[in-house]
């Protein structure tokens, strides 16, 4: 006689499902991103032109110099690749959507959902930051490795430091832009608030330039922020500028960050909540 199983119990059907919701709504996302291929491949082509003109700019710094604070031309030209890659992915030219929705009012849609309204959120930007990462940053990596040849970490334990990395870094970059997007509770209008902080992101966080280029005293004021945690980390990991030891503590910094500005997004959202305002209600 077959014994049949027990049926999972009410605590294990509950984390159970607690897991289905972020899952779903990260796979919505991802699908979102898919759906428009056509939109992807031109944002592809844009980004790739602009790539050719940074390394243009990189390369012309370097002139006749073999090393320049411990990059050489091969690892400007990886650094280029690799931001190029990540500006989607990481939405490092601004990310609205969370005020839009309290400006709307349609964060009270969100609040009734069986979830966490910060991880609901985080659920659906991680979906879309894979899916702008398959479409468009895997792609740009491959441009750059045809043209020029890319650099690449080493072995096992590079890689699963440079992969630690990016999951951290993506992390710690929508903590801050959902942070960020909190001002609309406080504002009618806080779009410029927003482009102003994506101003500051970019140029801390090493889009712009390498941290290493800037004076030691821009970059000892930049080590006490969240922004090299949000990109800069992980291109020197993946470079090899920053190995060993030291690779441990740059992985334990945006870990971090990661956990100071995710109790700093609890604390600011639910301040907000007490002030949100939806039709009068």
Do not use: K
């Not at 992101?201 to 080590?223: D, H, N």
């Amino acid at each position: 006689m077959t014994t049949m199983p027990a049926p999972p119990t009410g605590g294990h059907v509950s984390r159970l499902s607690r897991l289905a919701l972020p899952w779903a709504v990260a796979r919505l996302g991802f699908r979102r991103q898919v759906a428009y291929p056509q939109a992807a491949l031109w944002g592809l082509i844009t980004n790739s032109f602009f790539g050719l003109l940074r390394v243009a700019v990189l390369l012309a710094l370097f002139g006749t110099r073999p090393q320049v604070a411990g990059y050489t031309p091969q690892d400007a030209i990886t650094y280029t690749g690799l931001t190029q890659a990540f500006i989607m992915a990481f939405s490092l030219f601004g990310w609205f959507d969370f005020m839009r929705a309290v400006h709307r009012g349609e964060v009270t849609a969100d609040l009734l959902r069986p979830a966490s309204l910060l991880g609901f959120w985080a659920a659906q930007d991680a979906g879309r930051a894979l899916g702008q990462l398959v479409l468009r940053g895997l792609p740009m990596l491959l441009i750059f490795q045809v043209i020029w040849g890319l650099n690449w970490p080493p072995g096992p334990l590079a890689w699963a430091q440079v992969v630690l990395s990016v999951l951290l870094a993506w992390a710690c970059g929508f903590l801050f832009r959902f942070l960020v997007n909190c001002a609309a509770f406080w504002s009618p209008d806080a779009v410029g608030f927003g482009r102003f902080a994506w101003a500051v992101l970019g140029l801390g966080c090493g889009f712009l330039m390498p941290l290493a280029f800037f004076p030691e005293g821009f970059r000892a004021v930049l080590a006490w922020t969240p922004f090299p945690a949000m990109l800069n980390t992980t291109v020197e990991l993946w470079v090899g500028v920053t190995t060993g030891g030291a690779a441990w503590a740059a992985l334990g910094t945006q870990l971090g960050w990661t956990v100071a500005l995710l109790l700093a997004c609890r604390v600011t959202l639910r301040a907000g909540l007490r002030r949100l305002e939806v039709a009068g209600g």
